[in-house]
C-alpha cells in the first residue's frame, strides 16, 4: 500500500453527475439502492488508474482491465451499508479482483455499533450528517471528514493514511505491523486488520516481495565480488565504488517509484538497507560492511 493524494473536491464529471441524479432515490431507498455500474466506468475508472497507474489501491499488484474493479472502501451494501457514500469519490479506489474479494463488504471499526441513546459515546456510522434544511451535507461525506473518521476504521485509507507509518515487511517478504500493541493498541489493530481485511499476505504476494529483497541481494553480492577482484588494479578507490554500486544503489531506489509495483518493498529495503542488504551480503566480514558502508555514503553526498 502506498499513500496516494487525490483532490477529494474535483470528482469526475460522471460520477457528480450521476450522484446529483441519483441522490433523492438514493436516501429514499437506501441500502435497497440499485448502484448503477456505468457510473463508475469509463470516466471514473479512468482517473482511478492515472491516480494509481494501474496499480491496486490496497496490495500495489499492476492490474489488467480483467482484474481492475471500483472497490468501495465503505461499503454500499451489506449488514452495514454506507449507501448514501455509493458515489463519493473519496470511497473509491481501483483495486484487483483478490483483495477485492477479501474484502467483500468487511469493514471493522474500532467503536461499538450501538450504544445508549444520549449517552454521548462514539458509535458506528450508519446514516448521513443532514443539514438542518434537510439537505444531505456533501463534506461529512469525505473519507477524511471528522464525522466519518470518528467511528476509527481499521482498513488504512490509502488517500488519507500514510502506510509507511503503519506497516513494514519482514525479510521473509510478509507485511507486519510496524507498531508494537502495547506503544498504540488502535494503530497496531489497524494494520493487522488492514492485512487481514485485504489479504495482504497471500502466498503470492509473500513470494513477490521476497523476490524483490532476492534480487537485491543477488546484484550487490555480484557487484561486491566484482569490485574485490579488481581491487588489486583499482587507481581510483572511488571511482571504481562508484561504478560498482552506485546502479545497485538507483535500482533499489527506484524501487519506491510511485509507478513501480510494491513500492512499499522498495522504501523499507532503501531505509533499511544495512540491515538487511548489507548484513545478508557481508555475513559479518567488517571489511566488506566498512567498504559498502563507504558506498552508500559516497552515493547519498552524490544525491546532495
Ligand atoms: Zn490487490
Redesign the pocket.
Known sequence: MRKVNKNFNAPPKALQRGFEEKKNSLLEQKSEHQFEGRIYNNATKQELKELYYSK?A??E?LMSDDTFTVEHYRPKKGSYSYYWLGYEWSNLLP??D??NNAKGDWFPVNVPSRVLPGSGKKCRIKTPLLLSNGDIDIDAMKANHPYLLSEEPYLLHPEIDEPKEFLLINYNGELVSRIEKDVNEYHYERAKQTIRI?NLNREILIWKRRKIIEGFEILLKKQTVRFLEEIANQKDLSSSMRLAFFVVFEIIENQFNEEQEYTLTGWWIWENIKGILFNAVCKDNQEIEKMLDYALDLYIQSKC
Request: with cysteine; glycine share 0%; hydrophobic share 20%.
Open positions: 491496486c490496497y496490495c499488484s483495486v484487483c483478490k483483495c485485504a
